[in-house]
């Protein structure tokens, strides 16, 4: 069965220093990769997706994740933490076993602490 | 309007009880999915949407959920004879793009936080 890992329950760091989110997915075909981030009390907000071509993809609020197939990995960066960033981040996936529409499937989640 | 609207945000259920969880989309958006994401987890799927037609369903955990879009708009998710386990917080996500849109993320609703005593 599809499964997307993410080895870190919670990451603590200091603001201004560097970020690293660790994902794996399990599905070997073409994947389609998502971060998202959740803030206390709200929805999932889209940071950044994967589709193909450049491995290396932007997102909003500074972020960015690079694609690497031999290592099944689509981990988050952030060159420079702010207070702000802390937060719940969930990496997914879309495929589903091929179906079209695009169902998700979720890692448990990274919470992020952010001390200043 | 202009992002998915959940309500209630916060519900409190006495076991056995059934409730009502309603999901209103952003406006013309095709494709309508209901997680659920239980205390420290990521969310997980439950139900999809095509307009009216609910195409999936394959992530309801048992009889006692049921979801409808009658008019391909609003969409109700309603859990009858609630149980402890059911607790979690639901969320609904709505999407511009229908079967083709495979790599398309969607917009999140806040979600409803379900308790259940």
């Known amino acids: 069965a599809q499964s997307v890992t993410q080895p870190d329950i919670h990451i603590t760091v200091s603001e201004g220093a560097s970020l690293e989110l660790r994902c794996n997915y399990s599905y070997g075909a073409t994947p389609y990769l998502f971060w998202y981030v959740q803030s206390p009390g709200q929805g999932l907000q889209l940071l950044l997706k994967?589709?193909?071509?450049?491995?290396l993809v932007q997102g909003i609020k500074g972020f960015e994740a690079e694609f690497k197939r031999s290592q099944s990995s689509f981990n988050l960066r952030k060159p420079s933490v702010h207070w702000s960033d802390a937060a719940e981040y969930f990496c997914a996936e879309n495929n589903a076993g091929g179906t079209s529409y695009g169902k998700l499937t979720f890692g448990q989640g990274t919470i992020l602490t952010v001390h200043p | 309007g202009a992002g998915v609207s959940q309500s209630p945000r916060y519900k409190v259920a006495k076991r056995g009880q059934d409730v009502a969880l309603r999901c209103d989309p952003i406006s013309g958006h095709v494709s309508l999915f209901w997680y659920q994401q239980a205390l420290g987890q990521g969310p997980e799927f439950l139900t999809y949407f095509q307009n009216e037609a609910q195409l999936d369903k394959s992530g309801l955990p048992s009889d006692r959920f049921f979801a409808e879009r009658p008019e391909g708009s609003v969409s109700t998710l309603k859990i009858q004879r609630t149980q402890q386990e059911d607790s979690a917080v639901y969320l609904c996500?709505?999407?511009?793009?229908?079967?083709?849109?495979?790599?398309?993320?969607?917009?999140f609703g806040s979600g409803t936080r379900l308790t259940v005593v």
């Open positions: 996500a709505s999407s511009l793009v229908g079967r083709q849109g495979r790599g398309y993320g969607y917009t």
């Open positions: 994967y589709f193909s071509g450049d491995t």
